[in-house]
């Protein structure tokens, strides 16, 4: 009884470890896209980048990765290589929010491609929306989206499609 209760312990803990733990590299913070469609504004005035960045590596480890952080792409070990492709900024704090992210990345090992991801998300302000500038909500956006690719991070499938996509 004893060994089979050992036994079923071992086979939860090894299904409960994520398939590719590991330590992922990504650069901070996140570029914007050079084919992006952000307007000027927010790319110099909101830090959605590193806002990324942050949410994404304080995520991962609830998921079983890590991240390090590089002020450039690396190109050896586990690297996610992630853009900034699309941001909206309608509405504002006394009309109503309509911000949106879109990030697109590509998993790599040892410079082979692992799988690609992309990740959307939408907010029209939330609790206190009236309170918040148009960056407040934009980096509320990108937080939602790190916590997203953490999650996917775990079990990287290709092409997925996450949060409002």
Not at 24 to 38: A, G, N, R
Not at 123 to 136: E, V, W
Request: glycine share 10%; charged share 20%.
């Amino acid at each position: 009884m004893r060994h089979s209760m050992r036994a079923a312990a071992a086979v939860l803990l090894c299904c409960a470890t994520p398939a590719f733990a590991a330590t992922v590299h990504v650069q901070d913070p996140v570029p914007f896209s050079e084919s992006s469609y952000i307007a000027d504004n927010i790319k110099a005035e909101c830090r959605m980048g590193a806002q990324l960045a942050t949410a994404l590596g304080s995520n991962a480890p609830k998921f079983g990765n890590t991240i390090a952080f590089d002020e450039a792409p690396v190109g050896q070990g586990r690297v996610l290589k992630l853009e900034l492709v699309e941001a909206q900024s309608a509405g504002n704090a006394f009309s109503g929010h309509f911000k949106s992210a879109t990030v697109r990345g590509v998993l790599m090992d040892d410079g082979q491609k692992v799988a690609v991801v992309t990740a959307r998300r939408v907010s029209r302000g939330g609790a206190f929306g009236g309170f918040k500038g148009s960056c407040d909500v934009l980096e509320r956006v990108v937080t939602a989206i790190g916590g997203d690719l953490a999650e996917w991070l775990a079990n990287p499938v290709d092409n997925a499609r996450l949060g409002d996509l």
